[in-house]
C-alpha cells in the first residue's frame, strides 16, 4: 500500500542551527511534492512546492530537496527562529487520474531560544 | 485580499444527525477541496470541486457529500453523524484550473464534535 512518513517524533534545536525534517514515501511515483506548515488551530500554510524532475527548490530560508530514486523529499530551515516552531507537513500528488493530495502525518520543529 | 473563510467555526452536533458545513474561497478561485484532520489519521481528502463539479473524491463512506455554486464557494454535507466523524474539517481553494497541483490555501477550518 502506498505510505508516507514524516518522523512523528518533535525534533528540537537551538535558535539560528539548520532544521532538516524527512518526508519518505513508499509505492508513490508522485509528480509533485509540497511542504506546509500548520499552526495549533489553523490551517496548513503553503511553504515550497517541487516537481518530480527538480532536485532542488529554495524560497529564502527554506530549501526543499526530492530525491525520487530515494523516494525522499528533505526540508531545511536555516537560522531557525522560535517563531519557525509549527508542526511541518509533506503532501504528494501523483500525476494520474487520482487528483489528491496525501498528507503525511507532520513532524513538529520547537526551535530554542 | 481576504482568505479562505469556513463558517461556522466550531460545531457540536449529536449521533444520527447531519451537519452542513460551508467555505467561501479566495476570490477568483475556482478549485475547492475539502479534507478531514484527525489526531489519528492525520489529513485525509474528502473531495475537490471546480467550477460546480466534483473532480475527485477521497476513500470516505457516502454519508460525506458536498456542492459547489455558481460563484465557488462549496459545502459539504455529513448526514447520520457517528463519533468518529469529530474532526477538523479544512477546505482549500487554489488558483487556475489545475487545482491540487497548485499551492493550496487553507481555511481555518471547522472544529466539528460528535456527541
Known amino acids: 500500500s502506498q505510505k508516507i512518513e514524516q518522523n512523528s517524533e518533535a525534533l528540537n534545536i537551538q535558535e539560528g542551527k539548520t532544521a532538516t525534517l524527512t518526508c519518505n514515501y513508499t509505492?508513490?511515483?508522485?509528480?509533485?511534492l509540497q511542504w506546509y506548515r500548520q499552526d495549533p488551530g489553523r490551517g496548513p500554510v503553503f511553504l515550497l512546492l517541487i516537481r518530480e524532475n527538480e532536485k532542488e527548490k529554495r524560497k529564502e530560508r527554506l530549501k526543499v530537496t526530492f530525491d525520487t530514486t530515494l523516494k525522499q523529499s528533505l526540508f531545511h530551515i536555516t537560522a531557525s527562529q522560535p517563531a519557525d516552531s509549527a508542526t511541518y507537513l509533506c503532501?504528494?500528488?501523483?500525476?494520474?487520474?487520482?487528483?489528491?493530495?496525501?498528507f503525511g502525518s507532520g513532524t513538529r520543529l520547537q526551535v530554542q531560544p | 485580499k481576504a482568505g479562505v473563510t469556513q463558517t461556522p467555526r466550531y460545531l457540536i452536533k449529536t449521533r444520527g444527525q447531519q451537519v452542513t458545513l460551508s467555505c467561501s474561497p479566495i476570490s477568483g478561485h475556482r478549485s475547492v477541496s475539502w479534507y478531514q484532520q484527525t489526531p489519528g489519521q492525520g489529513l485525509q481528502f474528502l473531495f475537490e470541486?471546480?467550477?460546480?463539479?466534483?473532480?475527485n473524491k477521497g476513500n470516505f463512506p457516502g454519508r460525506f457529500s458536498g456542492r459547489q455554486f455558481s460563484n465557488s464557494r462549496s459545502e459539504m454535507n455529513v448526514s447520520t453523524l457517528e463519533l468518529g466523524d469529530s474532526a477538523l474539517y479544512l477546505c482549500?481553494?487554489?488558483?487556475?484550473?489545475?487545482?491540487?497541483?497548485?499551492?493550496?490555501?487553507f481555511g481555518p477550518g471547522t472544529r466539528l464534535t460528535v456527541l
Open positions: 509505492n508513490y511515483s508522485p509528480a509533485y
Open positions: 503532501a504528494l500528488l501523483m500525476d494520474t487520474g487520482r487528483r489528491a493530495l496525501t
Open positions: 470541486y471546480f467550477s460546480e463539479t466534483q473532480r
Open positions: 482549500a481553494s487554489s488558483k487556475g484550473t489545475s487545482g491540487v497541483y497548485n499551492e493550496q490555501f
